[in-house]
């Protein structure tokens, strides 16, 4: 099969409205010539349509038009370098899926340590913001969590005890290891996050000695927190 026909099979597996890059393709570095050519005949008949150099989508007609890529699809290329994680969405966009808010960012916020991503594709901007360690398909969904924790009282029309509830829904699916491994990023965050970390543990009956020995037992955190909303506060100086 020629790179052109190999090219044009794959495609057609691709869902209408998802993104691909050269790397989806599965084509070889000396393909890339080929590929090119290929991509430039298939964009001119408008099979595929393009968002930046090197990320394409397949368009998805509807009854009102095309319907582009939602914001995740189009900034999801840019997660990955040589096709590894090196980032992860953070900020009002994260709070929003999980339900924390309902407000929705004007700027995107990608975090990462390897690099400074910035995106500008029509209405959708992205901006860099530092992670707390280098970021991998294994310990992003981690760090999201740590996020929210972390911002947790500056997220914007945040219902405090619902919010609770769904951290520590978030915490129950973990298994003892991913439990073990969510605390040893968290150490790697502010005092505050330790701090409430530790408290929604412990309201589960988990082992937070490790959160405990790193903080300062004189500082006291301010998070808008009540004892009904989560017993343990007291033991880790949450206001």
């Known amino acids: 099969m020629n790179i052109a026909k190999k090219i044009e099979e794959k495609i057609k597996t691709i869902e209408k409205g998802e993104t691909f890059t050269y790397k989806d393709l599965a084509i070889k570095k000396e393909e890339y010539l080929a590929a090119s050519k290929t991509l430039e005949r298939l964009l001119k008949k408008g099979l595929i349509k393009r968002i930046s150099t ?20 189009i900034i999801t290329p840019y997660l990955f370098k040589n096709g590894k ?25 990608i975090a990462s340590t ?6 500008s594709k029509g209405n959708i901007k992205g901006k860099a913001v530092k992670s707390y360690m280098e970021v991998t398909d294994e310990n992003y969904k981690y760090l999201e969590l740590l996020d929210v924790i972390k911002d947790f009282k500056n997220i ?3 219902d405090k005890e619902s919010a609770i509830k ?3 829904n978030k915490i129950l699916e973990l ?15 502010p005092p505050r996050t330790k701090a409430l970390l530790g408290a929604i543990l412990e309201n589960i009956g988990e082992n937070t000695k490790k959160l405990d020995d ?16 989560l017993p343990t506060i007291e033991k880790w100086n949450i206001k």
């Open 114 to 119: 390897k690099k400074r991503i910035y995106i």
């Open 166 to 168: 769904i951290l520590t």
């Open 214 to 229: 790193s903080l300062n037992p004189l500082s006291e955190y301010k998070l808008g927190i009540t004892k009904e909303i």
């Open 54 to 73: 090197g990320v394409f989508y397949k368009p998805k007609q509807t009854v009102f038009g095309e319907l582009k890529p939602d914001e995740e699809k």
């Open 156 to 158: 914007p029309d945040l």
């Open 175 to 189: 298994n003892n290891k991913q439990k073990k491994e969510l605390i040893e990023i968290a150490l790697e965050y």
């Open 85 to 109: 994680r090196i980032a992860y969405i953070t900020g009002l966009l994260l709070y929003n899926k999980m339900g924390l808010t309902t407000q929705i960012p004007k700027e995107i916020s």
